[in-house]
């Protein structure tokens, strides 16, 4: 028994008493956006400068110094994010990771002792191997899976990613191509929206090779990251279900389909099938999203990488769980509302969308979703006023599938009428507004303002003043010259 091991033992008779309580009761209730980093500690920031300094001693290229200063910049933008509240501090969701990341590093043997997991804020379904021993995992992708075992192997991977060195190596590999300066000048072009067809054949051609090479690097992780899934214990076939769901990321994980938008359809006010239906025309900006934009894309063919796995699978073989899956269950219900929060401080309002409209589906008395929705419905209008596109909406949805094109499809073609009379609607229907609720008042009287409703709008006003005295809202709502709203909304006044 190794070191790993017998910590490992130590630590999980601990965890089953920390996860074992609820987070918050299976109906949803009761959620708050979870604790954050404010800064990071000195002991967790030492230890990943201190991985940082040592990756750059691996360096053994011509391009030394600008791939050194290339992991710096990095190191900087990580602190940032920190900073900046990108990472979650809550105990349920980083002591189940700890736990995995525990488990499978007293299984097996790791050249470099490697760092800790971050949880990130982020809708993506995404992880990724930050190159210095630390592995980020976004609360979008922990709210897809479902069971132990699929984290487990999204952890190997990225564990395999940093025992194979792919991030110094595709580094090294983009700094030393002679190509890299003529492809940053086209794509910066292109960016500026100087769009011409050599530019897009550059950063095409570039695209497709780098794409080939990650596909390798991929290929390789799942590989020997799947050696370490195995020799942890883990149902060897949940690799093959964790990859299926990477490729279904767009779909609604428990309502897809027309019901998606069910809390957006009204008896007097039926939602429109034409609202979901792809716009004819597309744009010469799409191209550059479609290179650029899906995260997905980094990850090779699903297919080529279930057919590179199956070969060593044992479906008989393996534990699913060594947490109870009510603990799983909880913690993943959990990352699931909290990406929705996640979306909307990132400026994605479509997937935050997205993510709200599902779990206001399951949960329909919830009031954290049905703000949510609300907020988000009230922030388009606001921004539909202005003479400009949408903001934190994607152009196009050609890059996207299902579920998710659906919706982004709905938010561009919804006209702003239709659009103020949906979130009228919403927020005033009965089991939708809560009376408690501050900002559901707010919301209602804003879009009585948007869609000229005054006699229902001083209502609002009349009955939020006698039941909130010292409501936050209330100079707002006095303000005859006001047009934008509270400090919440600032990204989009």
Not at 143 to 171: C, D, K, M, P, V
């Amino acid at each position: 028994m190794n070191f790993y091991h017998l910590k490992y033992l130590l630590v999980s008779v601990l965890l089953v008493v920390c996860l074992s309580r609820d987070v918050f009761c299976q109906s949803g209730f009761g959620f708050h956006p979870l604790k954050l980093y404010s800064n990071l500690s000195e002991e967790k920031w030492n230890g990943i400068a201190l991985r940082t300094k040592l990756e750059i001693n691996k360096i053994n290229s011509s391009k030394k110094n600008q791939i050194a200063d290339l992991f710096e910049k990095r190191l900087d933008l990580l602190k940032r994010d920190f900073n900046n509240k990108k990472f979650i501090e809550d105990s349920t969701l980083q002591n189940l990771v700890d736990s995995i990341w525990r488990r499978l590093l007293a299984n097996n043997s790791i050249s470099s002792k490697p760092g800790e997991i971050l949880i990130s804020k982020s809708s993506d379904v995404n992880a990724l191997s930050y190159g210095e021993g630390t592995v980020i995992v976004n609360t979008g992708l922990i709210g897809r899976l479902r069971n132990e075992s699929q984290i487990a192997f999204t952890l190997a991977h990225e564990l395999a990613h940093y025992e194979l060195q792919h991030t110094l190596n595709i580094i090294t590999k983009h700094l030393e191509s002679p190509e890299t300066r003529k492809v940053m000048k086209a794509f910066a072009r292109l960016k500026a929206g100087q769009i011409n067809q050599k530019d897009i054949l550059t950063t095409q051609a570039w695209a497709y090779s780098t794409s080939s090479y990650i596909r390798e690097e991929e290929l390789a992780a799942d590989s020997l990251g799947f050696l370490y899934f195995k020799n942890s214990g883990y149902r060897q076939e949940q690799c093959i279900d964790f990859l299926r769901i990477l490729d279904s990321t767009n779909v609604a994980k428990h309502n897809s389909g027309d019901r998606l938008f069910n809390p957006l359809s009204f008896a007097t006010y039926p939602f429109k099938t034409t609202w979901v239906k792809d716009p004819a025309k597309r744009f010469a900006r799409d191209t550059l999203k479609e290179l650029f934009l899906d995260s997905i894309r980094t990850h090779p063919d699903i297919d080529i990488r279930i057919r590179n796995l199956s070969k060593w699978i044992n479906k008989e073989k393996g534990v699913l769980n060594f947490l109870s899956q009510k603990n799983i269950d909880n913690a993943m219900l959990l990352a699931e509302f909290e990406s929705i929060e996640g979306a909307f401080e990132n400026n994605r309002f479509d997937k935050c969308l997205f993510q709200a409209l599902q779990l206001k589906s399951r949960y329909p008395q919830n009031d954290y979703v049905t703000t949510m929705i609300g907020r988000i419905l009230l922030s388009l209008n606001i921004q539909r006023i202005k003479p400009k596109p949408y903001l934190f909406v994607a152009n196009s949805s050609s890059i996207y599938k299902y579920d998710l094109r659906a919706v982004i499809n709905f938010l561009n073609n919804v006209d702003l009428k239709d659009l103020g009379e949906l979130t009228f609607r919403f927020i005033n229907l009965k089991g939708n507004f809560n009376s408690d609720n501050e900002e559901h008042y707010f919301i209602l009287w804003k879009i009585c303002d948007i869609t000229d409703r005054n006699e229902t709008m001083n209502k609002v006003k009349t009955v939020y003043e006698q039941r909130f005295p010292q409501g936050e809202y209330l100079d707002d709502m006095r303000k005859p010259e006001f047009s934008g709203v509270k400090i919440r909304y600032k990204n989009i006044k």
